[in-house]
């Protein structure tokens, strides 16, 4: 090499070193939806200091929050078990809110899950494919849900939902709950749970290990004129990408928390 060609690359790397950094600037993505309590709405102004995360002993600073946009690849998991019917209502109503060029699929669930319509944006096909499902066996809720985790998603690019409509039993999944978590995270994809009665805690937990959020369809008629539809997307679209400092993983016990006076439910997924 030429002495005059080396000398200047030499000089190119020397200013590269000295404009870059020693240390490494690095973060953690996590999805994030806060639903305020008292109106089940979301909260639709958040702000970096609005925010709390608590990793183990440590307090991790919140970088930066923005709304999470994009179009929908939506899976309404309908629980279509001996006390399903009660719920089909509220899954029409869901379908009805979808955007022009958003995606959903129908998937029915008793004691093993059921792929009724393939995702589509046609109101029309979804609206006739809930009409189609028959009711009968056991439902087992975690089993359908991680089946429609692992397998509903291969052929999607964009925000991937789980919407899951029960009526709230669960009749034995075999699978676990930290299986379920598990696929969430490797498939990016944000459960919101809609549920009579029944494992009020195990919904709860769906949704905060997921960024999404658990309604409450007999809590939702007393304290909102709104349809559980359109609820339960004014949350989806109001989703939030949150930067944290390090790029380590959060831990298994790590929690976001409201700075604000009030009472919310702060979920989140971390983005790999």
Known sequence: MPMRVSFVLSVILAVACFATPWYSVAATRLLVTVVDQNTMAPVTDLKPSDLVVQDGKRVRAVESVSRVEGLL???????????????QPAAANIVEQIGEKDQMSIVAFDSAATLVQDFTSSKRLLLGSLEQIKYGNAPRILDAVFATIDGAFSNTGFRRIVILITAGLEAGSR??????????SRNQVTVYSLFVG????????????????????????????????ELVFDLIRNQYSVTIEGDASLGEKARLQ???????????LELE
Not at 175 to 184: C, L, P, Q
Not at 199 to 228: C, H, I, S, V, Y
């Open 198 to 229: 029944g494992w009020r805690g195990m919904f709860r937990e769906l949704a905060e290990k997921t960024g999404g959020a658990a309604l409450n369809l007999q809590d939702m008629r007393k304290r909102t004129q709104r349809g559980p539809g």
């Open 73 to 87: 690849d939506l899976a309404l998991l309908v629980d279509a078990s001996v006390v399903g019917e009660m719920v």
């Open 175 to 184: 699978t676990a709950e930290s299986r379920v978590y598990r696929a969430a």
């Open 258 to 268: 409201m700075r604000r006076p009030g009472k919310f439910a702060v979920s989140f």
